[in-house]
């Protein structure tokens, strides 16, 4: 049963096609990694399928309903977005956009705050203000705030890019754990991390999707080469394959 699905998506910008003609279908519990290299539309499918970009044809579906006929606020509980880049207009605590996000949902409960704080070790920066934060820091109070009402839909733009080794790790791994009750869709730079942490891989190059598979399938796949304009060695380890560029 599919909960989120493209279909048929073109987004242009003047003469500039970032999507070219899209169309993926997404089950309700699905961990997915979306990769491509840069430019490919990795970031601009994922705000179509959110509803922040709209398309300049084609349609998003959020289960049985076009997802432009869905009011704003039935849309903000279903589908949980998470930015590549975010400021807020005022400089709010960490306790304060926990508690906005919780009201998004319908929200004010006091231990599904302090849930979430725990979950990102925010506990003792919930006093702090945004401007105060380290890059790492407000990437995972972002992170709490989208996740605070556990949204039946995650959209997640490269959430582990700011994070340092021990966070990334446990974020990416988080997320794609999210798979087994909800759907959780995450652009994941770092291909090791996406290809042992999901089940299902998006390749995306050029504004199209060109494989989706399951990552074991993917791995091996050379338009993961062609994609990227490189020849990958698989490598194997003891906690599975890594790809490294070859020389030359």
Same mark, same amino acid.
Do not use: C
């Given at each position: ?5 493209? @279909? ?21 519990? @699905? ?55 975010? @400021? ?39 006093? !702090? !203000? ?7 820091? !407000?990437? !995972? ?84 080469? @062609? ?22």
């Amino acid at each position: 049963m599919s909960v989120l699905a493209a @279909e048929s998506l073109w987004v242009r910008r003047g003469d500039a096609a970032l999507l070219r003609g899209v169309s993926l279908t997404l089950g309700t519990t @699905e961990s997915v990694a979306l990769i491509g290299p840069n430019g490919a539309g990795k970031s601009t499918l994922l705000k179509a399928l959110a509803g922040i970009e709209p398309p300049t044809s084609g349609k998003v579906r959020l289960a049985d309903r076009d997802l432009a006929t869905v009011p704003l606020a039935t849309r903000a509980r279903a589908i949980g977005f998470l930015p590549q880049h975010f @400021e807020p207009h005022w400089d709010l605590s960490v306790e304060q956009l926990l508690r906005l996000g919780a009201q998004r949902g319908g929200q004010l409960a006091g231990d599904a705050l302090e849930k979430a704080a725990a979950a990102f070790e925010l506990s003792t920066l919930q006093r !702090r !203000r945004w401007s105060t934060l380290s890059g790492g820091e !407000r990437a !995972r109070a972002l992170l709490a705030t989208v996740l605070v009402v556990e949204p039946p839909v995650l959209l997640a733009d490269e959430p582990a890019a700011s994070l340092d080794i021990r966070h990334r790790l446990a974020v990416i791994q988080a997320l794609a754990a999210r798979g087994r009750k909800s759907l959780s869709v995450v652009v994941v730079h770092d291909l090791d991390l996406a290809f042992a942490n999901f089940e299902r891989v998006v390749l995306m190059s050029r504004g199209e999707i060109v494989a989706d598979e399951p990552a074991p399938r993917l791995l091996a796949d050379r338009r993961l080469d @062609e994609a990227f304009g490189v020849q990958f060695a698989r490598l194997e380890t003891e906690q599975g394959y890594v790809l490294r560029p070859r020389p030359g």
